[in-house]
């Protein structure tokens, strides 16, 4: 059996004002850095061991999974850090705030841009300074740096990295840890478990919460659970499905 967790990062900054984050680069809350580390201690007191990590390239990724590992005491395995675990392209929507979006565009076309798998947001026009072009981390993008993106999109860019670094990694026997985003993640539970276009748009992923599972030899999922609490894990997954809605 092959065992594999899944970890969003920490409340960001952008998650405890409700605003679309995806590309870009905002830190954890003082809240998100206590979950992640409080995510850490609940690996830790389960007997959790990890012999490799990966990461998005981004901070709110990669200080959640700094703070396991420290809490864990393995700072010292591997960390694979890739932008095809980056949250999913947000596109225009980037920066404004989910529920004051929905005020305007209506809920039903916000959720659709948070959840649809083929409907991606409005993507960033040319020369919107928030374009991540210029970042030196997606050099080797190139004219790629994408401007939006659907959930499939997602799925396309995370699979390589699931085929061609995870899945041989455990194969090998190693221990997995990945600390990644809301939709990259989703995109991975897809892969995994097979998931259809449609019942993809009603999985949420709490801040935080480690997601374990057990994999067959073929690396076919057998089980998965969350690790904490469960009513606060079901509170926190009504939350971010609420996010879109109207605010009250
Ligand atoms: C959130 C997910 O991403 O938002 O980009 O706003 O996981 O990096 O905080 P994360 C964002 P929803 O798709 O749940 O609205």
Not at 97 to 121: L, M, S
Not at 143 to 167: G, H, K, M, Q
Not at 233 to 242: F, N, P, Q
Request: hydrophobic share 40%; proline share 5%; with cysteine.
């Amino acid at each position: 059996m092959h065992q594999l967790v899944l970890l969003r990062h920490g409340e960001s900054v952008w998650n405890q004002e409700n605003r679309f984050t995806g590309w870009t680069d905002v830190p954890l809350s003082d809240r998100g850095l206590e979950e992640a580390h409080a995510a850490g201690r609940l690996l830790r007191a389960r007997g959790f061991h990890f012999d490799l990590a990966f990461s998005s390239v981004q901070k709110r990724a990669i200080k959640t999974l700094w703070s396991v590992l420290e809490e864990l005491d393995c700072m010292y395995i591997p960390v694979q850090s890739t932008w095809r675990l980056n949250e999913r392209h947000y596109g225009a929507l980037q920066g404004l705030n989910k529920a004051q979006t929905a005020a305007r565009y209506g809920e039903a076309q916000v959720q659709r841009w948070r959840r649809a798998y083929d409907e991606p947001p409005p993507a960033l026009a040319a020369g919107d300074p928030r374009h991540e072009a210029g970042d030196p981390r997606y050099r080797g993008l190139g004219a790629d740096v994408p401007r939006t993106e659907c959930l499939r999109d997602t799925v396309a860019r995370v699979l390589p990295c699931w085929r061609d670094a995870i899945a041989p990694a455990l194969r090998g026997g190693q221990r997995v840890i990945v600390a990644a985003h809301g939709n990259s993640l989703r995109a991975l539970i897809k892969l995994l478990d097979g998931v259809s276009d449609e019942a993809i748009a009603e999985v949420n992923l709490p801040t935080g919460q480690p997601l374990v599972y057990e994999l067959d030899a073929d690396l076919r999922p057998l089980r998965h659970h969350y690790l904490g609490d469960a009513a606060a894990i079901e509170a926190s997954l009504r939350a971010v499905a609420a996010q879109g809605r109207v605010a009250a």
